[in-house]
T-cell receptor, first 116, second 114 residues
C-alpha cells in the first residue's frame, strides 16, 4: 500500500541551527502539506503546496520556514534558525487532486524535532 | 473563528460498548469534506472515515460510522464494540473547497476500559 514516508524520525538540534525535514509523498498525489503538533496539543497547519508553489500558509510559517520540492519526489521543510518553541512533531501529508470526494489526507509517521 | 470544535477532551468507554465522539464544524462553503483520524500513543495519524457534504448516506467503515447532521453542522464519530486498541486521540478534520488546508479540532482522548 502506498504511503508517505518521512525522515528523520527524530532529530535533536541546537537552538539556532538549520534543520531540514524530508518527505516522500505518495507518487500520484498533487497536494502536499506540512503540519506540526507540539506535544499533547492540537495539529497545526503550516503550509500547503501545489503545482510547485505554496498555495496557503499559516501565521506560524514565517520567514524561518521554507518548503521545496527539489526533484519531483521529495518534499522538504527547512527551518533556518531553530528556536526552542519549534520542538514538535512535524507531519508531512499528501492528497490527490482537490476533488473533495477523494481528498483524503495521507499522513507520514512524523518527524520529531527536539531543539535544545 | 474555530473551524472544527471537539468539546470532549477526554472520554472513557467500557470494552465492547459503543461510544460517540462529538465534532461540530463551521464553514460557509457549499462543498466540503469531513474526516476523522486516530492518533495512537506511537504518534502516527491514521485515517478512519470520510464524509462528503453532499453525501446522502452517513459514512461507515467497519466499526466506525459518522453521524452527519448537516443542518446542525455536526459530524460525530461512533465507534461500536470498543476494543482496547481503540484507546487513542481522535481528531476531527475538515477540508474546504479550496483544498488548500485541512482544519483540525483539538482532539478527544479516548480510553477503553477492560
Amino acid at each position: 500500500e502506498p504511503e508517505v514516508t518521512q525522515t528523520p524520525s527524530h532529530q535533536v538540534t541546537q537552538m539556532g541551527q538549520e534543520v531540514i525535514l524530508r518527505c516522500v509523498p505518495i507518487s500520484n498525489h498533487l497536494y502536499f502539506y506540512w503540519y506540526r503538533q507540539i506535544l499533547g496539543q492540537k495539529v497545526e497547519f503550516l503550509v500547503s503546496f501545489y503545482n510547485n508553489e505554496i498555495s496557503e500558509k499559516s501565521e506560524i510559517f514565517d520567514d524561518q520556514f521554507s518548503v521545496e520540492r527539489p526533484d519531483g519526489s521529495n518534499f522538504t521543510l527547512k527551518i533556518r534558525s531553530t528556536k526552542l518553541e519549534d520542538s514538535a512533531m512535524y507531519f508531512c501529508a499528501s492528497s490527490e487532486a482537490a476533488d473533495l470526494n477523494t481528498g483524503e489526507l495521507f499522513f507520514g509517521e512524523g518527524s520529531r524535532l527536539t531543539v535544545l | 473563528a474555530q473551524k472544527i470544535t471537539q468539546t470532549q477532551p477526554g472520554m472513557f468507554v467500557q470494552e465492547k460498548e459503543a461510544v460517540t465522539l462529538d465534532c461540530t464544524y463551521d464553514t460557509s462553503d457549499p462543498s466540503y469534506g469531513l474526516f476523522w483520524y486516530k492518533q495512537p500513543s506511537s504518534g502516527e495519524m491514521i485515517f478512519l472515515i470520510y464524509q462528503g457534504s453532499y453525501d446522502q448516506q452517513n459514512a461507515t467503515e467497519g466499526r466506525y460510522s459518522l453521524n452527519f447532521q448537516k443542518a446542525r453542522k455536526s459530524a460525530n464519530l461512533v465507534i461500536s464494540a470498543s476494543q482496547l486498541g481503540d484507546s487513542a486521540m481522535y481528531f476531527c478534520a475538515m477540508r474546504d473547497m479550496s483544498g488548500n488546508q485541512f482544519y483540525f479540532g483539538t482532539g478527544t482522548s479516548l480510553t477503553v476500559i477492560p
